[in-house]
């Protein structure tokens, strides 16, 4: 039988070694030690890790690449980021949106990240964000899914025509209903937006994911609200609470009574690292928080937990490279989670998770899957976090559609080795890490 294409040696995230994978119409149709057949192409994976792309399950499409416009944000803080793009959103025109969203898509693809869930503010009565992001959303959908998020961005009844605009936006096609309850008039208006959010989600029969006490105020409770609702509305799996940065400074007796609430809703969890630790603790001086959300403790009760990225060079976050290796990599540090079963977790945490929580069909190395994958210059998934590892060749439905060089060294020193690969690095001694339902804050 001849294939479409084989990648052969590969190493694949669950340990097996030496595996041949092999393509056809864009699928995965085979996975063996070795498969003794033709191809049109063959391609020497060198014993590297292949893995399936990587998901960005929170993200900001309409502001990345607009670092300094049309100012840059001096405090570095949560409000003065709002306060920044509400400046910037009228001068905002619809080519500019998708032109710099186009180009971070390219961005995203040669770093191997193929599916996005992007929110996109609604606060803005022409919709262009919107209209913009659904025009870039077809023009990718050969090479990347895009999920889109209706986001009232300065509050679904703080902010006039909000809720008008949201229900329009939906109607245009965007696939997610978005909310920020945190950011209401008061505590009683953020869990009466959760709960309309909510029942819209579950009338138009539609996800919902709403950012989620992105605050470092304790009494910041709204993930409560959104457990109750999705469990009334039976929404499970489809609700999801993003940031949750007030969790970092809850007291521990309350945070006992609420993460069992949320394990049994069902609701999906996302944290930001990248975005968490710079934007939270601002108002303290010694100690200062980290804020990032409980992620081990939701780990361990079960709760799905992903990570994303949410920004790169906008008004809230100055850096950033559409590289999810680099969240979990920032993840471990921030958590900290430095155990070798966590740090393969947070693998996870950035590809099979959020793949997840965004319902993408086709998902993963598996026979019968999409043929979505990229090879990752390192020789398994914890090494892949250690490293933020080269992506060596990144896949589409069989198709490669970016490619990178290895990372190698060429050294003169006497007595030592010419060349130099640093994913030779890894530990010798050290097992394998098999990642569980369990957490480690260690």
């Known amino acids: 039988m001849a294939f479409d294409s084989i990648l052969r040696n590969a190493t694949l995230p669950d340990g097996r070694k030496g595996q041949d994978v092999a393509i056809a119409d864009g699928r995965v149709v085979a996975i063996e030690p070795r498969i003794e057949a033709e191809a049109a192409e063959t391609i020497d994976a060198r014993g ?30 949560l409000l003065e980021g709002i306060a920044l793009w509400s400046e910037l959103k009228p001068l905002l025109t619809h080519e500019a949106v998708a032109e710099r969203a186009l180009r971070y898509c390219d961005l995203a693809v040669s770093q191997g990240l193929l599916a996005i869930r992007s929110h996109v503010d609604v606060c803005d009565d022409r919709l262009l964000a919107v209209e913009a992001l659904l025009e870039v959303k077809k023009r990718v959908k050969p090479y990347l899914d895009l999920q889109l998020v209706a986001f009232p961005q300065d509050g679904y009844f703080r902010s006039q025509g909000a ?40 009338r138009r029969g539609l996800m919902v994911d709403l950012h989620c006490d992105e605050s470092d105020d304790p009494m910041s409770r709204h993930v409560e609200t959104l457990a109750y609702e999705a469990q009334r509305l039976g929404l499970g799996a489809r609700a999801t609470g993003s940031h949750l940065t007030s969790m970092h400074s809850m007291d521990n007796y309350y945070v006992s009574k609420l993460l069992p609430l949320i394990a049994e809703s069902g609701i999906c969890a996302i944290s930001n690292p990248l975005i968490n630790l710079t934007l939270q603790g601002r108002h ?66 950035v590809t099979e998770i959020p793949a997840r929580i965004l319902g993408l069909e086709g998902y993963g190395i598996a026979v019968g899957a999409h043929a979505d994958m990229v090879l990752l210059q390192a020789a398994d998934p914890i090494e892949a976090v250690r490293l933020r590892a080269t992506r060596l060749l990144v896949m589409r439905r069989g198709e490669i559609i970016a490619r990178t060089p290895a990372r190698t060294s060429e050294l003169s020193l006497k007595g030592r080795p010419a060349t130099l690969d640093p994913a030779s690095y890894g530990p010798r001694s050290a097992g394998p890490a098999k990642t569980s339902s369990r957490g480690d804050a260690h």
């Open 284 to 349: 303290d001086a010694y100690p200062k928080r980290r804020g990032m959300t409980r992620v081990a403790e939701m780990r361990a009760l079960g709760i799905p937990v992903a990570l994303g990225q949410d920004c790169v060079m906008d008004p809230w976050y100055s850096l950033g490279g559409a590289d999810m290796l680099d969240v979990a990599h920032m993840a471990v540090h921030g958590a900290p989670m430095t155990s070798r079963e966590a740090i393969r977790w947070t693998f996870d945490a």
């Open 163 to 202: 809720a008008r605009n949201l229900e329009r936006a939906l109607d245009l096609g965007v696939d997610v209903v978005g909310g920020i309850p945190h950011f209401e008039r008061t505590m009683a208006d953020g869990a009466a937006s959760v709960r309309a959010l909510c029942e819209i989600a579950a």
């Open 48 to 77: 590297y890790l292949l893995a399936p792309p990587f998901v960005d399950c929170h993200f900001h499409l309409d502001a990345t690449l607009s670092l300094g416009l049309p100012r840059l944000n001096i405090s570095g803080t």
